[in-house]
């Protein structure tokens, strides 16, 4: 029977592409299977929620992964680090013979098993019946065990120790962030060479981000506990397909610091992504009043690397979307109170039924100050027909 289950095994493996352990830092491709409880997992959820996965691929007449498996350490590292403990990891134990029945890993008129498999595991059992996910992850021979870190990056290691698996969990656990710099023309101060922070001075600029209400309709509920040092406005980044930039993937709010760096609630450099495996994507830009931009080329994800759309008019799609707001440094440009992506009379009405406020977070305030008068029609007059690039349009 063993020997029978191993040649299927092979042989089966064999009509597929050749396999091969898949290397360190490859991307885990994904997958939803359902475990001898009936509970489904979906890999790329687990992974886009922030949680390491752990995935054990082995087989129940295998004596190295019975011994592996009663060496306790995936059940201590579950136990620690699992849902009833820090609630960082999954781990899935994944049994590829598809000639060996669930019976198998309860020791069940099963003598090829080595034995009571569930017994001995709190984290969940998958019994595969396709090969298809063994192909998927290179399994060549059992058990080999894959740690996939946020983003989906995977390491492989033979039989890991807790110790391994933790160091694991402390360097591949490192939720990537979007970082851009971006400067808007309303509230640029050419005397400081940095943006005015008046709404938040002022008392005006929310702490809870404003693109829920339209066009946008961005409903994440992002707060701040208090406002990040520096911040000048709310901003809404896009993540948009690398072979189609129409195509939206995720989105994000932040603050903007005065500087133009973008900044998430808490005031780090950057805004998280969840839900993003890494690729290439290209960065766009929302506020309030001022015209979208979108990055010329799409930009590797995750990255280290500042997106600077200030340094030049090349940093942005289309041909004139930015402003220069002094020699060398450029904006988005100021006056689209209604979001649209076109600057035009749609704008203006919104502005002239309330251009005398005082102590507003309104979105027809081009100069983010908190104060709506004639500097902001100025703003608007200067700029009025300027038109974002099509995909930017919101309806
Ligand atoms: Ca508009
Ligand atoms: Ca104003």
């Not at 997958?31 to 996965?53: P, S």
């Not at 506990?225 to 072979?243: G, S």
């Not at 002094?326 to 749609?346: H, Q, R």
């Amino acid at each position: 029977m063993k020997l029978f289950s191993r040649f299927i095994f092979f042989v089966i493996l064999g009509i597929g592409r050749l396999s091969a352990t898949l290397p360190d830092g490859s991307i885990a491709p994904d997958f939803t299977l359902t475990d001898i409880n009936g509970q489904t997992h979906h890999l790329y959820d687990y992974i886009g929620a922030g949680k390491m996965v752990v995935l054990d691929f082995s087989a129940t007449w295998c004596g190295n992964c019975w011994n592996y498996h009663n060496s306790g350490a995936l059940e201590n590292f579950y136990t620690t680090y699992g849902p009833a403990g820090t609630d960082q990891v999954r781990v899935l134990f994944i049994e590829i013979d598809l000639a060996t029945s669930i019976d198998c890993l309860y020791d069940i008129n099963c003598p090829s098993s080595q034995g009571n498999w569930v017994a001995t595991s709190s984290y969940p059992i998958i019994n595969l019946t396709s090969n298809s996910t063994s192909i998927a992850f290179g399994i060549t021979g059992q058990p080999t065990i894959y740690s996939i870190g946020t983003g989906g990056y995977l390491l492989h290691d033979p039989m890991p120790s807790v110790a391994t698996l933790e160091n694991n969990l402390s360097t591949i656990i490192t939720i990537p962030r979007v970082q851009a710099r971006v400067l808007l023309e309303g509230p640029y101060n050419i005397a400081t060479h940095q943006m005015n922070t008046t709404l938040a001075e002022s008392g005006m600029l929310p702490l809870s981000q404003p693109f829920a209400t339209e066009p946008f309709y961005y409903n994440e509920p992002i707060v701040a506990a208090t406002l990040p040092p520096l911040a000048t406005e709310w901003v809404l980044l896009e993540l948009r397909d690398k072979n189609d930039s129409s195509h939206l993937i995720a989105r994000s709010a932040g603050f903007l610091r005065s500087d133009g760096m973008l900044i998430d609630s808490g005031g780090a450099l950057g805004l998280t992504i969840q839900n993003i495996l890494p690729d290439e994507y290209y960065i766009a830009i929302r506020t309030l009043h001022h015209l979208p931009v979108i990055s010329a080329s799409p930009v590797s994800f995750p990255s280290s690397q500042v997106y600077d759309f200030t340094t030049s008019p090349s940093q942005v799609f289309g041909t004139d979307q930015l402003y220069a707001l002094e020699p060398g440094v450029y904006g988005l440009f100021s006056g689209d109170y209604d979001g649209s992506g076109v600057i035009n009379a749609t704008d203006y009405n919104l502005w002239r039924q309330d251009n005398a406020a005082v102590n507003v977070y309104a979105p027809y305030d081009s100069d983010a100050n908190g104060v709506i008068n004639n500097l902001d029609y100025n703003i608007w007059y200067k700029n009025r027909s300027k038109i974002a690039i099509a995909i930017l349009h919101l309806p």
